[in-house]
């Protein structure tokens, strides 16, 4: 919506007159815009970002199209044009809203299989060919198929967990052979997920096909310890169906990746992990029930959303800084990125103008945060708006180790609280506004909020800026460019290992294969095969078959 792309009507921040706003106007504002979440012990406050007193009514035409959008996605709207596809990731968590009981049934058939095989595991009902149980889980994955599963698994994992979690989520054969050396023994008492829509996600497929290779070194039976969660009649679908698999789970195409967290992407992980997998979907419901409210003032989502288009003109100008001041939520940050950056970094908006729309997200944790860039938020260049997260509870044993005083009636957790809360000030003092999320407690339905929460703001956020927050051409065109290589690669080494003896040179082989505008990428693959002996040598500047 282009008339919403405005420059917004704002507030002198104190670098601008030191006495705009003293301690007593600052905890007012904090009361008139303090949005609570009943029933979910989350509070959003807005105060510290500087939006005049007509900027609500200034944007009440576009929040309500954005409403009017997002009742349109829900009841199943075709939202994809790229794919013809519906985004019905908002049913996952409360299927009697599905536009057809087909949807409904599926994903409440997907909850039931995923309990039940969870507790077969956990029971001993299913175990492995070489070990009396499971010990371990080890998810292969990449994009949303991982960075969901990876937060709610470090968020949410204690000593007590069913089985311990593991993760290959790239094509670094590096990092793949260092996570299943790190098993060592417990290989065979692993049992391992593999996901991927479409069963053709170079990624994923890599990993799982090393993963196979170390199996059988160790005389392991990898399908008797494999599941996949993919797409019916996909490739991996078929393959874990003809090597006979433990078990399939669904994927829908109507869940993308950076929204399927709630599908069995990450309920399946969750539920063996032994993580309360309803009380997860329980609160991002509730959220979800909070966040269809078209009061702007009561709408957390809506709220956020506006803020995001107040802090970055509707353009992107300024990055969003992820500060949550609780370890549990380090991945938070990197779980946002996606989510954000892919549905809102977009080149052209509805109408086919080019617009190159996003917001880029970045972030630590606190106090973390204060010791490696801080000093560039607070005095550098004013390029961002923070969200700080916060959460009351120190730890889930109140009165324990959150207790423990490490000076006179402070704690370590009243240092944390005293960080951000000073973090945030200096911040304000600079002029660097910002916006606070607060919870009484992180648990799974916390985590459910808290994720429901970013989705429908995304997609409230899309709305106001006119862009599709559902598709991603950019991702295509990355994998597209990525073949391209490897097929460069097929034909350099065809013509090298067809003339033995012979070096060349990357323009020489070049204009051989009919590539002639490709020398530089035929020298970087070149260079990379040579470095890791695969039949290919250097010769004096020039490449050739090694003998």
């Known amino acids: 919506m282009s008339a919403a792309l405005q420059n917004h009507d704002s507030i002198p921040f104190p670098t601008q007159d030191k006495h705009t706003m003293d301690g007593n106007t600052l905890w007012k504002r904090y009361q008139d815009h303090l949005c609570k979440c009943p029933g979910l012990g989350i509070s959003l406050d807005i105060s510290r970002l500087g939006f005049g007193p007509t900027f609500f009514k200034d944007m009440e035409p576009a929040i309500d199209q954005a409403y009017a959008a997002m009742d349109r996605l829900e ?136 993963t196979q290779s170390f199996f059988a070194d160790k005389s392991l039976d990898f399908a008797k310890q494999a599941v996949a969660v993919t797409g019916e009649g996909s490739n991996l679908d078929k393959t874990a169906e003809r090597e006979g698999w433990i078990k399939r789970f669904a994927m829908w195409d109507w869940v993308g990746g950076r929204t ?41 989502a809506a709220l956020l959303a506006l803020m995001w288009h107040f802090a970055t003109n509707g353009r992107g100008e300024k990055d969003m800084v992820v500060l949550p001041y609780k370890d549990r939520l380090l991945l938070l940050s990197r779980y946002l990125q996606q989510l954000v950056m892919e549905s809102l970094g977009k080149e052209h908006d509805l109408d086919g103008n080019t617009v190159n729309q996003g917001i880029a997200v970045y972030g630590n944790k606190g106090s973390t945060d204060q010791h490696a860039y801080v000093q560039q938020l607070r005095d550098g260049l004013n390029n961002f708006f923070a969200n700080f997260i916060v959460v009351l509870q120190d730890t889930a044993r109140p009165g324990k180790t959150g207790a423990m005083e490490v000076e006179q009636g402070v704690s370590s957790g009243d240092y944390l609280n005293g960080f951000w809360q000073g973090t945030r000030q200096a911040l304000f003092e600079s002029g660097r506004g910002s916006v606070t999320i607060t919870a009484d407690k992180l648990d799974a339905r916390t985590l459910g909020a808290f994720i429901a929460l970013y989705e429908r703001a995304v997609g409230f956020y899309a709305t106001l800026v006119n862009i599709n927050a559902y598709h991603q051409p950019g991702v295509e065109a990355g994998k597209k460019a990525a073949a391209t290589v490897l097929d460069i690669q097929h034909k350099a080494v065809g013509h090298l290992t067809s003339n033995p003896g012979q070096a060349l040179s990357p323009d020489e082989i070049a204009q051989a294969i009919g590539q002639p505008d490709q020398a530089e990428s035929i020298h970087h693959i070149l260079e990379h095969l040579a470095s890791n002996k695969r039949g290919i040598a250097r010769a004096r500047g020039k490449f050739k078959a090694a003998g």
């Open 75 to 210: 009841a199943g709207e075709v939202a994809n044009p790229d794919e013809g596809r519906m985004v019905g990731h908002y049913w996952l968590r409360a299927p009697e809203l599905a536009p057809n009981d087909e949807i409904a049934n599926a994903i409440r058939t997907s909850i039931s299989e995923i309990t039940a095989f969870a507790k077969a595991v956990h029971t001993k009902a299913i175990t492995p060919p070489d070990a009396a149980r499971f010990t371990d889980l080890l998810l292969i994955g990449i994009g949303g198929s991982a960075l969901g599963p990876q937060l709610v698994a470090d968020c949410l994992g204690t000593k007590r967990d069913k089985l311990k979690v593991h993760f290959i989520d790239n094509t670094d054969p590096d990092g793949i052979e260092r996570v299943l050396v790190s098993l060592g023994a417990k290989l065979k008492s692993t049992l391992v997920v593999v996901i991927s829509k479409s069963g053709g996600t170079p990624e994923p497929r890599n990993g799982m096909l090393l």
């Open 260 to 300: 399927s967290v709630m599908s069995a992407v990450g309920l399946l992980p969750a539920a063996l992990q032994g993580l309360d997998i309803q009380a997860f979907l329980d609160g991002a419901a509730k959220m979800d029930a909070l966040t269809r409210e078209p009061k702007t003032a009561k709408n957390p």
